[in-house]
């Protein structure tokens, strides 16, 4: 029996599905939800939310927000959440190298400037490592564990 999971940022539905579990950043650390779980009303740390659907894993980044967890339905409500294939690598490097070049000015005078550096440093810091730790290279590869090599369809 599946758990209904809705992923919802503030412009648009990331991931609307019914999946096995759900594991999600927790304002006190990872939290894993499953079909007929206690109701629940949780904040979200920045961090990765892993989905999985039919045995596959599904990866999202959220920066925040709020999870509310009834027996049939999950709903995250994030501040910004987005699929991993959905990360622009370089992009997310140059913000990194651009905040990082910021906070080494030496920190501006405003303190919500100084505050919103680092968020943005630490978003970019989180897109880059749900990348490179579940980027679809890897996901590929960890799909193919177990099949026999006159299985494998690698010769698209």
Do not use: W
Not at 46 to 74: H, S
Request: hydrophobic share 40%.
């Amino acid at each position: 029996m599946p758990i209904r999971c809705e992923i919802v940022s503030q412009d648009r539905t990331v991931f609307e599905g019914d999946v096995d579990i759900v594991v999600l950043p927790g304002a006190d650390g990872e939290m894993g939800i499953l079909p007929n779980h206690a109701p629940v009303l949780s904040t979200l740390d920045l961090g990765v939310i892993k989905v999985r659907q039919d045995g596959e894993e599904l990866v999202f980044t959220i920066t925040g927000g709020v999870a509310e967890v009834q027996p049939e339905i999950v709903t995250v409500l994030a501040d910004a959440a987005e699929h991993i294939d959905e990360i622009d690598i370089a992009r997310a490097e140059a913000a990194k190298q651009r905040a990082e070049e910021l906070i080494e000015q030496g920190p501006p005078p405003d303190t919500d400037a100084y505050l919103a550096l680092e968020a943005a440093l630490r978003r970019s810091n989180l897109r880059l490592e749900a990348a490179r730790r579940y980027g679809r290279s890897r996901r590929r590869a960890s799909l193919s564990i177990g099949r026999s090599s006159s299985d494998s369809d690698d010769t698209k």
